[in-house]
Nanobody, 129 residues
Framework: LQLVESGGGLVQPGGSLRLSCTSP????????IGWFRQAPGTDREGVSS????????VYADSVKGRFTISRDNAKNTIYLQINSLKPEDTAVYYC???????????????????????WGQGTQVTVAS
């Protein structure tokens, strides 16, 4: 399983971006997907997660109301819509995957990076005027 993120870029404060996460040739239907971010000099932070069916979503308090996670299993893609961007949102954004069976046996939360076994290379989001 190889995860590929896209959609990052340079955007002005208040702007929006939509990040995408996919796995070419490998279906993600049975995987919980999380989005994480890491700014320079900081620890990786979980920002959002979505179950394999898309029924349940979780958000970090710092992004609630501005970030929306969704998935289109027919397109094998998970999205992170980011609105009202702030300079403090500047970071490399990663998507991560956990098989639902394995995830169900972990004691970690949906925003804990230890819940996820597969990681993408990340996409840079820079918010600056």
């Amino acid at each position: 399983l190889q995860l590929v993120e896209s959609g990052g870029g340079l955007v002005q404060p208040g702007g929006s971006l939509r990040l995408s996460c996919t796995s070419p040739g490998f279906p993600l239907d049975y995987y919980v997907i999380g989005w994480f971010r890491q700014a320079p000099g900081t620890d990786r932070e979980g920002v959002s997660s979505i179950t394999n069916s898309g029924t349940n979503t979780v958000y970090a308090d710092s992004v609630k109301g501005r970030f929306t996670i969704s998935r289109d299993n027919a397109k094998n893609t998970i999205y992170l819509q980011i609105n009202s961007l702030k300079p403090e949102d500047t970071a490399v954004y990663y998507c991560a995957a956990a098989h639902i069976v394995v995830y169900g046996h972990t004691n970690k939360g949906p925003l804990d990076q230890e819940s996820y076994a597969y990681w993408g290379q990340g996409t840079q989001v820079t918010v600056a005027s």
